[in-house]
């Protein structure tokens, strides 16, 4: 959206009126009939491809992409205000708070010179904050249900190194991979698929915590450039395939190997 295009109003506050608008009996019939329930999925959807957006490095994008997050964000508040749980303000005026909070070394007297630093205050005003709720069961609870599969197994393992339970090299991390990948051979020539899907899990599992102790990239953003490389690589195929008359399907094996090592050298 260009300047010449922006609304006179431009403020969270239109943007609630808006929606409220929406939500109204004489709004959308659509926007009356969603819930927080069925929003998850939209919002699901608006966070995916706002990384997309940064992954692909354009602003222009990002920028819309943070338009629809904010604006699925604003939904829920509105939902939420006509149960009577809490309003737009209330969303504002907790985050504000936090952040106020959990900065005490920019807002107040506390000192951190490095991002370590910082980390070393955030986890003892978490456990202040912690002192007034109940006390939970395990230290890894509270990882989000909702996370994928990859990155909980990584946020399980965050909070079990806290206390020490980690590995000292990545050397010991690739020594268990290796381990597991014996299981799990072990476990194939066995023919009990139930055991081999088990080593599966276990291996894919130790791989996540060499990504987590390396603490580079998490396993999600490592295992989309794999599939983004091969992507590429096997559209390289597709494309040299159409360039010579054929397709996938008339295509031998050994041709797609042939132009697969074609697209790994260029």
């Given at each position: 959206m260009n300047k010449k295009e922006n609304p006179a109003d431009v403020s969270a506050e239109a943007l609630l009126k808006i929606m409220e608008k929406l939500r109204s009996p004489d709004g959308c019939p659509w926007d009356r009939q969603q819930t927080h329930e069925t929003l998850k999925l939209y919002l699901a959807e608006e966070c995916a491809e706002?990384?997309?957006?940064?992954?692909?490095?354009?602003?222009?994008?990002?920028?819309?992409?943070?338009?629809?997050?904010?604006?699925n964000i604003v939904f829920n508040c509105v939902i939420a205000n006509e149960k009577g749980h809490f309003h737009f303000n209330d969303v504002l005026a907790g985050i504000i708070s936090k952040m106020i909070r959990r900065h005490p070394h920019?807002?107040?007297?506390?000192?951190?010179?490095?991002?370590?630093?910082?980390?070393?205050?955030?986890?003892?005003?978490?456990?202040?904050?912690?002192?007034?709720?109940?006390?939970?069961?395990?230290?890894?609870?509270?990882?989000?249900?909702?996370?994928?599969?990859?990155?909980?197994?990584?946020?399980v393992q965050r909070k079990a190194a806290k206390y020490g339970f980690d590995w000292s090299s990545e050397a010991q991390i690739v020594e268990k991979i290796d381990e597991e990948v014996a299981e799990l051979k072990s476990a194939m020539a066995s023919g009990r698929q139930e055991h081999v899907d088990e080593e599966i899990g276990d291996l894919l599992f130790s791989v996540v915590n060499l990504i987590r102790f390396r603490d580079r990239a998490t396993p999600e953003d490592l295992l989309n450039a794999a599939t983004r490389k091969f992507k590429t690589r096997f559209q390289y195929i597709e494309r040299e395939l159409k360039a010579s008359g054929k397709t996938l399907a008339d295509a031998s094996l050994a041709e797609m190997e042939t132009l697969w090592q074609k697209a790994k050298k260029n």
């Open positions: 706002l990384i997309d957006a940064i992954d692909n490095n354009d602003p222009e994008e990002v920028c819309e992409e943070l338009g629809d997050l904010l604006m920019v807002f107040g007297d506390a000192r951190a010179e490095s991002a370590d630093d910082v980390v070393v205050v955030w986890e003892k005003i978490k456990q202040r904050e912690k002192q007034d709720r109940a006390v939970p069961e395990s230290v890894l609870e509270g990882v989000p249900r909702s996370l994928s599969a990859l990155l909980t197994a990584r946020a």
